[in-house]
């Protein structure tokens, strides 16, 4: 089973980015595979494929992390191609963290998913929201591009910690929550 871990955000914004995602496929119209609206969200960590009969351990450790952290808020930062623009692969929204919950988070959680065998991630702690891929080398220029969207900055509540299953099929990705794991409340 293909997995990874994600945090959702509203419908709301979900129609605000796609609104974008919509005005930037009639800029580019080739080469770049859109993400669809409800398939938007913020990824924290790629698990890739997991046995079935690790999952009710992954759960687990996942409740654990969930239950030693506050929910925090977010906001987007800036659309974004990934690498750069020279050698574009990905285009996405970054994410703004306002303390350091997250961080302190992640690291917990990488802790925990290397004491159940997963691979210790490559990658640090790099909130975002993928808009798109590119299937090949497009020649664009981002910057002019980019400058054309509207600049968003929405604030968004971290609540919960979600494992997603994904299901690839021709047409694209088919994203499925199996469970969602509830952060403490903040103290009033």
């Given at each position: 089973m293909r997995l990874f871990l994600a945090f959702t955000i509203s419908d709301y914004l979900k129609e605000k980015i796609y609104q974008q995602i919509e005005f930037l496929s009639a800029k580019i119209r080739y080469g770049i595979k859109w993400v669809e609206q409800e398939n938007l969200h913020i990824t924290l960590r790629f698990?890739?494929?997991?046995?079935?009969e690790k999952i009710?351990?992954?759960?687990?450790a996942l409740n654990k992390v969930a239950n030693n952290h506050r929910t925090t808020i977010v906001s987007l930062n800036k659309m974004e191609v990934i690498p750069n623009v020279y050698r574009a692969r990905l285009i996405w929204?970054?994410?703004k963290e306002h303390n350091d919950y997250l961080p302190v988070l992640f690291s917990e959680m990488e802790m925990e998913l290397t004491k159940l065998g997963f691979k210790k991630s490559d990658h640090p702690l790099n909130l975002h929201i993928t808009l798109g891929r590119m299937k090949t080398r497009i020649k664009a220029n981002w910057q002019e591009i980019l400058s054309q969207v509207e600049h968003l900055t929405d604030d968004i509540n971290i609540n919960k910690i979600v494992l997603m299953k994904s299901t690839l099929t021709k047409s694209g990705p088919i994203y499925k929550e199996l469970q969602s794991f509830p952060l403490m409340e903040k103290e009033r």
């Open positions: 698990l890739g494929d997991t046995k079935e009710y351990q992954l759960k687990s929204y970054s994410v």
